[in-house]
């Protein structure tokens, strides 16, 4: 049994974090450096972009726990250090800086950034502001969520309570991703802790199908970040014995984990970079799983569906497009669409064709912040759920000059 | 030696043309219905969308130019005539009406239809609309062009004269194309007329080889239409012997056909919806020609690429983050990047990493209405060159409320 519960990435026991503003953003008022310290080592696992051009952090990361070992995540945000003929060494800078402030190995460190692409990353703020960082350690998910945002507009944080074994386990996560998201790959920044006791390897067998059904299959605009890792670290403080192999406490782990990142997801999506409306697309029917899911993408992703969603504008031959184009095997001849928000649910294609309906309905479902597009193809029992946003003059707005 | 000249799909010897409003379309003062005529019966080759959601008037046009014969064109404008119950039923009457006007076989006429999916297409404007549109045929490529139009601000016309064997030959061509535009597929409406004699398999094969460097490496938006075809006529009045197998008359159609196609592939795209600025992504230095391709498709195609143009940011760090998730074997610490337009050029990134340059020059370069992204792979000598457009408040705008 899940039980949502406060404290974030502090939820759990041995957890503790911080943000403060070390001066890479010029707004003084946004930190925009996170800590993450566990006082017990943990084991620790992660997932990276699948883009070739990699943010030197996240090489210097994946050497660091390559033994499966972590003791503390340290994130800036403002600058994605990738792209700089010198990004690895002031990776490996900033951890040994934390290291020393921490009296921990500088290779147990998860180091992350994100921000702009190509500009250099002065470590001075970075240095000066790591003693204020580490002093001010204590029960604070949010300092350390703010930390991690860009342009998100809001502080995406979640923590669950679950049992394994008997022990009582507390599991909590924070993310940022607001632009630059699409599936394929570890699409934002996501930090989950937890005291659970489990082997590094089957922490990252979770991890790994995890993301499967959670951040790769959100999209906000279909270009896929050089910066993105989500990480798990799980401290074993729950006293629970240690997880190492599947079976019923492995099972009732990997039903927490997902609980936290499909929270994450909408969240992730539903505050795309100038979103109003958090898109779910959910099909059935597919011949397989596989299926299902390239569909949902192809919908989620088409610029056309997003931009009618943004008008409540109930253009189901896009759906059908992006069907269509998706590269799948379907039988459009089969295809329903459906769109479901709070305010009801409206069939308007049947079988590949148009039905009567009521645009005046049709506005109302779809003026709400959260709609379903629902998809049935007639074909098998193959499902899948893909998470998006509507594409407004926000989103334009933001990215016309991100930089400035 | 080619040479531009007046004419459109009309400058072709034997062709004529038109456009009539008939009332698909509320709007009165808009041409909805256009036509082409060959006097004399022509060979005829087409390629079409690959969206498995197809069109009616495509399946028809496909069977009626199976025996590489054509005789008319006639497409309507204002609905796609796709998803709809009586779709093929609509255009094989649309077919037969046609052809008792013009007293040929209605198995010769290329059918095609854009505009909204999903709506059933009334053939009563149709029906309505031909005794005009068949009485005002003549040198009207102008009517023809603004007939196909649906959210174009501006026609797309153009003509050559070239020489096989000795003999003028004349080549033009009208599209459409605004939104819903990417490549993979015959990406847009596109009608070609010539006088040269060519054989169709000939003709097929040199329309089939050409899309590929054209029309397929254009995108507007990265959907890909149900309805889009290009197709081409060729009626034998230049008299020239015909064409039948490879060789130097071949390759003269060819680059002719290829004038034609590129100079619309650059009008679509810089006439993409709410587009204010042409975007030219051309790619050297790669593996091999596909490698290109990849990369010059994932950069034009990428929205906060796009998004950044609009604003006139160099934001060179999306190029090289749109290269790495292409797809292609890159080593992205050889890529070089550089923006020019007529204001100069400018180089932005090299061997992967960012170069001082003055934000003041970039402005000046990325304010212009045609941008030329240069990217070198340094990785061998495949080329490509990929059109695109910026991603605006008006795309947005115009695809928030399409149908109303």
Request: negative net charge; aromatic residues 6%; glycine residues 10%.
């Given at each position: ?113 994100t ?33 991690i945002m860009t342009t998100d507009?809001?502080?995406k ?17 924070i993310a940022k991703g607001s632009g630059m998201i699409h599936?394929?790959?570890a699409t934002m920044l996501v ?24 951040f790769?299959?959100v999209s906000v605009?279909?270009?896929?970040s050089?910066n993105d890792?989500v ?33 994450l997801c909408?969240k992730i999506a539903g505050d795309g970079e ?131």
């Amino acid at each position: 049994m899940l039980k949502e519960i406060q404290g974030g990435i502090c939820a759990a026991k041995g957890f503790t974090a911080n943000g403060v503003h070390c001066g890479i953003r010029k707004n003084k008022t946004k930190r925009d450096l996170a800590l993450i310290y566990t006082k017990t080592p943990a084991t620790a696992a992660a997932v990276y972009t699948q883009n070739l051009v990699k943010g030197a952090p996240l090489t210097v990361t994946k050497n660091n726990i390559a033994n499966g070992k972590a003791h503390a995540v340290i994130c800036n945000s403002g600058n994605a250090n990738t792209c700089n003929a010198n990004g690895i060494e002031i990776a490996e800078k900033t951890c040994s800086l934390l290291a020393q402030a921490l009296s921990i190995d500088p290779t147990d460190v998860v180091v992350a950034s994100t921000g702009v692409i190509g500009q250099p990353l002065d470590i001075t703020p970075i240095a000066n502001g790591i003693p204020a960082l580490v002093k001010g350690l204590g029960i604070h998910s949010d300092y350390a969520c703010e930390g991690i945002m860009t342009t998100d507009t809001k502080p995406k944080e979640i923590a669950f309570e679950f049992s394994v074994g008997g022990k009582p386990c507390h599991i909590g996560g924070i993310a940022k991703g607001s632009g630059m998201i699409h599936p394929n790959m570890a699409t934002m920044l996501v930090f989950v802790t937890t005291d659970c006791a489990i082997s590094a390897k089957m922490l990252q067998k979770a991890l790994s199908e995890d993301v499967k059904h959670s951040f790769n299959m959100v999209s906000v605009d279909g270009d896929t970040s050089t910066n993105d890792m989500v990480s798990v670290l799980a401290n074993g403080e729950a006293g629970n014995e240690e997880i190492v192999c599947e079976g019923e406490e492995y099972t009732a782990f990997c039903e927490a984990l997902a609980a936290v990142t499909q929270y994450l997801c909408r969240k992730i999506a539903g505050d795309g970079e100038g979103a109003t409306k958090l898109l779910e697309c959910k099909v059935r029917g597919a011949k397989d799983e596989t299926t299902a899911k390239t569909v949902a993408k192809s919908v989620i992703c088409s610029s056309l569906f997003k931009a009618a969603m943004f008008g409540a504008d109930a253009n189901w031959g896009r759906v059908l497009c992006a069907i269509g184009y998706a590269g799948a095997d379907v039988d459009v001849n089969k295809v329903d669409v459906a769109f479901r928000s709070v305010k009801g649910t409206l069939e308007v294609c049947q079988n590949g064709a148009g039905i009567p309906f009521s645009e005046e309905k049709a506005k109302e479902i779809l003026s709400e912040s959260e709609i379903e597009v629902l998809i049935t193809l007639g074909n098998g029992d193959g499902k899948a759920v893909a998470w998006g946003c509507d594409l407004t003059y926000d989103y334009v707005k933001i990215n016309g000059d991100y930089r400035t």
